[in-house]
Every structure is written in C-alpha cells, then in structure tokens.
C-alpha cells in the first residue's frame, strides 16, 4: 500500500533535492554577484526573492517551495480535496447518528462503511506534509502546541467507532476547569490496544450494552479481543455478570489444595461445567498443555518439591531458594496453570502473582479461590510493575517454541527490566525442537546472566525431535554510570 505515490510524494522528494541543489548553486551566484556589480545583484534577487530566506535553512524549504511551483501544487490540491471529503463524510455520519437510534441493520453498515474510508482518509491526511498551514503561518508559529495537537488527533481514532459508547472511551478527557491534575496531566488518555482498529466488529459487539445495566456473558469475546491484540480493551460501564449462586470461598487452610466450589464460576463457553470434570483424566476437557493442572492431588501435588527421576527438567523449589537464602520474597509467575507455584511458594513465605488467560478453563478463578493472586495478563503487553522491583520470575508452559525470536527479545528484555540485580529468572521446561535450540539459547543468553543452573533434557514421547530447557539465572547487578 503506497498511498502517497497518488499524491505525489515521490514528486516532492525530488523536488526537495532540487531544491538544495538549486539553493547551493543560487548561493554561489549570490556570492559572485557581489562582486560583478548591482545591475547583476539586482537581476539576480529579482529571481531568488522567489524563495524565502527566512526559511531557507528548515524544512519548510520543501513547502514554500511546493507552494510555489505550479507543477506540485497537486499535493495541496490533493489536501484541501481531503479535507472536503473528510468533512462531507463526517456530515453524512452525524446526520445518520442523528437519525432513528432503532435505524435498520443496513443504515448500520453504511455508517460503518462510512466510518471505515473516513478512518482511511483520516490516515491519508494524516501522512501528508503539513504544508498549507505555513502558508498563513509564514513560520510565526509553527509547531503547535503538545496538548492542541493531540486534541486534534485524539478524535481520530474515535471517530474510527461508530459505537457512542466507544468513541466516549477514546477520546482524551480534559481535567475540569482546565487545570493540570496531581500526576502533572492536563487530561487523562485512556487507551486501546491498536489491534481494536482491526477488530471494529467485535469491539463493538463488546461494547454493545446499555449503561448501568447487566453486560452480556461475554467474557469470552473479551479475551478473544485481548489475545488478537485489543489489548487494553476499553473499560465499560456495565456491570459485569456473576455467579448465581456464590458461596463463601473455603478457608485459607483448606482452599490451597481443594477443588473450589463449582458454582464460584461462570462455566459458560467451556466445555467442562464443574471442577471434576476438568481434573479427570477421562478426557482432554481443559487446555491441552494443562490438562492434568486440576488434578490437584496426583498431578500437582508433586510438582517443585519431588522429582520423578534424575533425568528431568524440573527443579526443587527449596534447591533454587537455597541460592539466595532469604532474599526471594516477592515474584511473578508467567505460565499456564492452576496456580500451584504460588501455593507451593507461599509454604515458603514467598508471595508470587500467578499471570494467566482462561484458556479453555477458568484458570483465573480457581487462582483466586484457591487464596491466590491473579494477574490477568496476555503476553502482549508490558509488565505492570516498576524497573528493578522482583526478586523472581517463574515460567512454564507459556514461553515454548512457538514464539516468535523478536517477540521473546522484548519479552526477556521487559522481565530484565522489572527483576532487581540479583533477583532470578527461573525458565522451567522451555521446550521446542532441537533445531531452533540453539536460537533460542542465545536469546536467553543475550541476558549475560549468572547461570545458577542450565540442563537440556530430551523429551521422550516424541522421536526425539524435541528437547526441554530450563535454568536459573541471575540478573547482574548494572552499576549506573
Ligand atoms: C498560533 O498559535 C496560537 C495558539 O498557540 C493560535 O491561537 C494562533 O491562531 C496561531 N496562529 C496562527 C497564524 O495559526
Ligand atoms: C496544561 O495546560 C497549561 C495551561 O492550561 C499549560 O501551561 C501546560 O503547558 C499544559 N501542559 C501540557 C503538558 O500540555
Ligand atoms: C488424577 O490423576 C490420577 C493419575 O493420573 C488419576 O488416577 C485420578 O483419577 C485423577 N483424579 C481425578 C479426580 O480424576
Ligand atoms: C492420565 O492422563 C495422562 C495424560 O493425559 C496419562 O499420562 C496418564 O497415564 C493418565 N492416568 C491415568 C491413571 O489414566
Ligand atoms: C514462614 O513464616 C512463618 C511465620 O513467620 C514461620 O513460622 C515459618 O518458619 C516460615 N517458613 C519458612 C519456610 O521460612
């Protein structure tokens, strides 16, 4: 997609280097003149008035030039163009919202076609050289003011959504009386994840409901949205569906390791519709990397306090606090799960936040009724938490040979960032195929930290194509010079 060519840019570039190149040749001849005499000065300036020398040395070069040259005159031409058919489409679509709410399915697709080329005209705009404002500016003010600026554009997105409710979401909201607030803003920018422009649809379908009332049992859509990238979703103002019936969690002393009380969780859009079916072994019914993680008592019981032979991938939890006695407190835990990390981590008074997505199973829910914390979080954001803050991550079954090799360099780099020197990156059972190994290796060794431990195990029950990594690294400390 190569808009600009329509309007001309390619024209402008090489006008722009004519430009130079005509500016030094000018520049010669304006110093030669001098010496030959008035009659040739006065001749020459006749033509080099053509230019202005205020703004020979900024970019504006390029526009005044352009707004001069009749050959690419186009390009404002295509502009001002722009600009009438903007508005003319931003009439029509006001005129529709003003009409008939209860309008016909098909009014509702040609406001939502409208919306799109207007979306697409804005973009347009958009990457267009600012050039008709210098005209009546003659550089008296030429770079707008921050906040004036991002007025102008924060309508764009909004404008993007023909759901109400969205558009009031986007849109920057101005503090009262015009004053900064505490935090130093003028106003507060809530915002969407950019992927929401893709998935207008759903996203209005999510944002479908009315004020103050039940929202739809659409959990799911939610996290179909965050997981293509809609990621912040936008807030709403409905309140969110709960259980029917919700009974007191269990006791701190009992919840750890029993399966909650079923009617604690909205089993729609799952298969399973209690707990007992997720943890039995009949059938896949959870996510299929976590199929066992509800049988809590054979499967998870054992895991980081008992080993099942030496030739695995799997570390104690007392061997790996045993390198820092007393020093891990705090940590995140990024994997798929049930949350008994952070069950087990807890006997040993260490306080982790389990980051998980409901795939296939209320993984969230049985955290939290558990006694745990809950972080729902997808892969595709940064960390919520502060430079240099946690003693420990942990991961297992997320990060696999899956991911993308640029992905997992900003992934690494963000938990770089959030753990403090000396806190510890604990990959459990990273797996992929023996090939890619060695690439991903070197991501994880691109951190240049402490190898506590390391090991690469085969992984048995598949032809012995693929290989299981874990380790425990420590973050060095990065004096600040
Ligand atoms: C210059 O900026 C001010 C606000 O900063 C604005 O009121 C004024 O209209 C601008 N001048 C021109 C020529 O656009
Ligand atoms: C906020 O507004 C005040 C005046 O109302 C202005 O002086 C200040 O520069 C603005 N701050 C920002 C970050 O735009
Ligand atoms: C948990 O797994 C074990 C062994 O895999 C199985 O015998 C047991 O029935 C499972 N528990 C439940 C509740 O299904
Ligand atoms: C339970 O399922 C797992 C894998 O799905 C299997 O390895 C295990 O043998 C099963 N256990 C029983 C008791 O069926
Ligand atoms: C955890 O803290 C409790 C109370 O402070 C203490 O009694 C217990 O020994 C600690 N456990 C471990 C493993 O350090």
Redesign the pocket.
Known sequence: MKPFDILGLEDTVMSKQNVTAKLRIWRGVYCSIITLGALAFLLSFASLSRFSFKSLLGNEVLCTHVNHEAATGIQNEAGRTLEIVIQKIQQELDSLKDADPSSSASRLDHGAFLADILGLLESVQASLPQCEGNEQQNGANITAHPLVKAKIQSDEPANFFLREEIRKYVRIKLNRLGKQNFMGANGTFTSIGHACFTMKEELEEYMDYDIGEMCNDDWRLAQKLMVHGCDPLPRRRCFARAPKLYSSPYPIDESMWKLPDDRNVRWSHYRCKNFACLGS?AT?KGFFKC??CFNLTDHEMPRWVKLDSDDTADFLISDVLDIKPGEIRIGLDFSVGTGTFAARMREFNVTIVSATINLGAPFNEMIALRGLVPLYLTINQRLPFFDNTLDLIHTTRFLDGWIDLVLLDFVLYDWDRVLRPGGLLWIDSFFCSKEDLDYYLESFKMLRYKKHKWVIVPKLDKDDKEVFFSAVLEKQPRPFR
Do not use: S
């Open positions: 072994n896949r199929a066992d």
